[in-house]
């Protein structure tokens, strides 16, 4: 079974600045993807950011980035100039690329206080 | 963009009563719905897969006697939550494939209901 891990329960970041949230995963299957998913304080989950594992290029959108290492089953979130609105909870999480379901497995949370 | 719609989003119950949860994909079919259970400051874990037309997919440890999945139309999925207890209280939380191609890849979220028994 594939697992996720997110060894940060939490982390800080002060507004403007850059952070990066860690991600690891497990799994012995070849094609896949990763998504970054963010929950506010409303607890509505919104898609950040994802990636195929096909696909070498790191993904981006706008201020979040991610670092895709397949090889070391690392997927980084890293967040520039970070804004007030930023502060969630960030859950990292995994599907396989199998088309017979789109079950995610997600990692633990990383809860991220953005400091003015 | 597409819209899960989830409701209640709050109820309070009296233990041993059940109680549904709606799940409904607006502007899209969805054949396939997953339902989550989220308690304080933890992830999401999958309870199960709701299958339009068929019956639901249980992951392991989950009693499906407890918590009753229907997926009658493409649009609804219902958890009813039977002779709730205490232990039951917590956050769920319904998710839709939005389908297609591309779409296959992406799962929408319903904004989630908070069930608390008495």
């Known amino acids: 079974a594939q697992t996720v891990t997110q060894s940060q329960p939490e982390m800080s970041v002060q507004e403007a600045e850059t952070v990066t949230l860690s991600c690891t995963y497990d799994?012995?299957?070849?094609?896949?993807?990763l998504f970054w998913y963010k929950q506010p304080p409303s607890r509505q989950m919104i898609l950040v950011i994802r990636?195929?594992?096909?696909?070498?290029q790191n993904a981006t959108e706008n201020r979040f980035s991610v670092n895709f290492q397949k090889a070391a089953k690392s997927f980084s979130l890293k967040i520039s100039d970070s804004q007030l609105g930023d502060a969630a909870m960030y859950f990292c999480?995994?599907?396989?690329?199998?088309?017979?379901?789109?079950?995610?497995?997600f990692g633990e949370g990383t809860q991220l206080t953005v400091n003015p | 963009g597409a819209v899960v719609s989830q409701h209640p989003s709050r109820v309070i119950c009296k233990s041993g009563t059940s109680v549904k949860i709606e799940c409904r994909s607006l502007?899209?079919?969805?054949?396939?719905m997953f339902w989550y259970r989220q308690f304080p400051k933890q992830s999401l874990m999958l309870m199960a897969t709701?299958?339009?037309?068929?019956?639901?997919?249980?992951e392991q440890g989950v009693e499906k006697d407890k918590f009753l999945i229907n997926h009658a139309s493409l649009t609804l999925s219902t958890l009813t939550v039977t002779s709730a207890h205490p232990e039951d209280s917590s956050f769920y939380i319904c998710?839709?494939?939005?389908?297609?191609?591309?779409?296959?890849?992406?799962?929408?979220f319903g904004a989630g209901s908070r069930l608390t028994v008495l």
């Open positions: 998710s839709a494939r939005t389908g297609g191609a591309e779409g296959a890849n992406v799962l929408t």
């Open positions: 799994t012995s299957e070849s094609d896949y993807y």
């Open positions: 990636q195929e594992a096909y696909k070498q």
């Open positions: 999480a995994y599907r396989s690329g199998e088309t017979s379901g789109s079950r995610l497995t």
């Open positions: 502007d899209f079919q969805a054949t396939t």
């Open positions: 709701s299958n339009e037309g068929s019956k639901a997919t249980y």
